[in-house]
Structure formats: structure tokens, C-alpha cells
């Protein structure tokens, strides 16, 4: 595939890019407060989303072949009518396995969309960390405005209208990707070669960037404790705007000081770590301001690392760019299983009063806990080499 240049395909990349996470973020309250309402339970509310993330674990570098094979645009282009379906899933669910459902569906969109979006997009500037830097940063001004009304939103129309709105933006995003050209994709790639780039970029995010993996699980919890500390949904919102403001002014930085920031992973993703620690338990002792900062210093750190860890996996797949970033969502991808399996286990234990501490509290500190420990053997691995 030839470089992308031309001034069409950059604006319609940067629009597909806003809308996309616009439509999933305006649903940021309303899918984990849905999943409470169905009856599962406030300690276990990631449950759904982590079987959707088991399909995404495997999907993610299929997708990444059928880019390259039969283009990317066709993958990233046709992608956000899951995303749609899922979402009036979620509306007419009366159920558990309703939201399970939608859950799968969305995840196959995800899955999908990113894998081919992200390779497709490497291609908009000179250098693969800059035009990753500029659609991410735009992507992440999406999550901002999505984020920013899902309180307001839901709050004052409920679950239909707020699923409604985000379906119409992902047909809108469809409807957009047909004004750009669709590079077909010839390419025959080795079976050997992709499991090899797949499973490279696997291990590297788990083991160095895992604090990316984390920000779903964060997405769902944060809510919940902010909401317990006594804000209203309308206020958290607000709050939770801090994660995709932080992470489009920090994607041109980690643009810019993408070498750096790649060999510093391991102490950035740690530092993150704790400081999410810090979070969940200002939370729960209700120090309201010194938590809105915890989760504010929590947002920089963490996304510094996106578009370095992402440029990365572009970097080392020659040639399978759509591959290499399907390995770093499967990576990121079964640590949120990782991340998720443990949040259950936590909530279930707290939800039955083996322990006597706040369930979505517990959830958050035991998985992000675990994933410091996993941070530490990837250093004692990597200074073994």
C-alpha cells in the first residue's frame, strides 16, 4: 500500500477517527449502569465485557489479515455497524444474556475497526509515530466529547436515547469512510510470519504497557466510586473527561518523544499503576479533589504510552503494519481479560464479605495490584537478556 498524502484521505481518517470513539465514550455511564440494571451485580459489572474481550483477543490480528489482504478501508469502513448493532442490543435488553450479546458484538466492532484503522492510518503522514499521533489525538478529542455528555445525557434522557444517539454516529462514520479510496489489498502473508509478529507484540504490551490495558477496566469502575463518593453522574462525567483530554494533548508528545518514552515503558507503566492505586482509595474515603487528581495524573501517565506503544508494533512488522497493531490490541486485549478475570474474583469476594471492603474498590486495587506484579517480572526478564 502507498503512502496516503493526499489532503482528502488525512481530513476523512481525522473524521472517521472523531466519531468512532464519540459514539463508544457517549456510552461510558449508560453500558455499565445497563449490565447493574439487568440484575448483575455491581461488584461483578465487568463480567460481560470480559467475555467480549476474549473474542477480541483472537479476532484482533484475523482482522489485521483480512486489512491486508482485502484493504483496510473495507475492514475500518464496515466496522462501526457493529459497533451500532451492539449499541440497540444494549437498548432492548431485558436481561443478562442480552447484554452478553451486545457485548460480543461490540467487541468484534472494536476489534475490527482498530486493527485496520490503525495501520491505515500510519500511512497519512511522513512517519509512521507522527501519523499515529495526530488520528489518535483526534480520536481521544472524540472520547473527550462522548465522555463529557455521558452523564449529561444519560441523566436527563436514559439508556434509549443515549444508545440511539451513538448508533446514528457510527452509521454517520460509515457513511464518511466512502469518501476515501480503497487501496486493495494483495497481500499474501506467511502463517508463520503473522503468528510470529502476533505473538511478538503480544508479549511486549502485556509484559511493558499494560497500564493501557486497564483504562476499560478503569472506565467501568471509576464511575461506580465516584458516584458512591457522592457526585452525580451528570459531575462525573466531567470528571472522567480528564482520561481523553490527557490522552490527545499527550499523543503528540509521545509522538515527538517516541524513542525515549519506548525505553522508559516499564518505570512510566508502573508509576501509572500505583497512582490508580491511589485513586480508587481516595475514592472511597471520599477525599473527592485528591482522587479527581490521582485520576488526573493517572491519565497523563498512561496515555503518554499509547501512540509510542502503537508506533512500535507498526515498526517492528515490516510490512504487516495491519498484523503488528492487531498483536498490540490482542496484547492489550487479553490483559483487560487478565485484568477482568481478576476484578471478578475481587468483587465476588468482597460481594459475599470474605473481605469487608467496598466490592468495586477491591475489583480495581487486586487487578491493577496484579499488574504491577506482571510489570515487574517483564523488567527481571528484559534485564536478563
Known sequence: MDEILTTREVIVATAIGLLVPIAFNLTKIAIPMKIISVGISKGVVILPLLVGNIFQVVTRPIFGVFAEK??????????????????????????????????????????AFWSAFLAYSS?????????????????????????????????AFGYDVVFMISALICILAVTTSLFTHSPKGNKELSLGD?????????????????????IPIVNTYAPILLID??????????????LPLMSAIMQYFGGKAYNKIVSL??????????????????????????????????????????????????????????????????????????????????????????????????????????????????ILKNRKK
Open 229 to 242: 463518593a457522592g457526585l452525580s453522574p451528570t459531575i462525573t462525567g466531567l470528571v472522567l473527561v480528564a
Open 123 to 155: 500511512y497519512l503522514k511522513d512517519g509512521a509515530a507522527k501519523s499515529i499521533a495526530h488520528v489518535l489525538a483526534f480520536s481521544f478529542v472524540g472520547a473527550f466529547i462522548g465522555t463529557a455528555y455521558s452523564g449529561y445525557v444519560f441523566d
Open 194 to 214: 503473522v503468528y510470529a509478529v502476533a505473538i511478538s507484540n503480544i508479549k511486549d504490551t502485556i509484559l511493558n504497557a499494560n497500564t493501557l490495558s486497564l
Open 265 to 378: 515503558r516499564p518505570l512510566i507503566n508502573i508509576l501509572s499503576l500505583l497512582i490508580l492505586i491511589s485513586f480508587a482509595y481516595l475514592s472511597v474515603i471520599r477525599a473527592i479533589y485528591l482522587a479527581v487528581l490521582s485520576f488526573v495524573l493517572y491519565s497523563i501517565f498512561a496515555s503518554t504510552m499509547f501512540t509510542p506503544q502503537i508506533t512500535r508494533s507498526i515498526d517492528t512488522s515490516e510490512d504487516m503494519r495491519a498484523v503488528g497493531t492487531g498483536g498490540f490490541g490482542s496484547g492489550m486485549t487479553l490483559a483487560r481479560v487478565i485484568a477482568s478475570s481478576v476484578a471478578v474474583v475481587g468483587g465476588n469476594i468482597a460481594e459475599t464479605g470474605t473481605i469487608n471492603l467496598n466490592p468495586p474498590f477491591f475489583a480495581l486495587t487486586l487487578t491493577t495490584i496484579s499488574f504491577v506484579g506482571i510489570s515487574l517480572f517483564g
Open 70 to 111: 482485502y484493504g483496510h478501508k473495507k475492514i475500518f469502513g464496515s466496522a462501526p455497524i457493529l459497533y451500532a448493532i451492539s449499541f440497540m442490543i444494549f437498548a432492548n435488553s431485558k436481561g443478562p444474556l442480552d447484554v452478553y450479546i451486545a457485548s460480543i458484538i461490540l467487541s468484534l466492532g472494536i476489534a
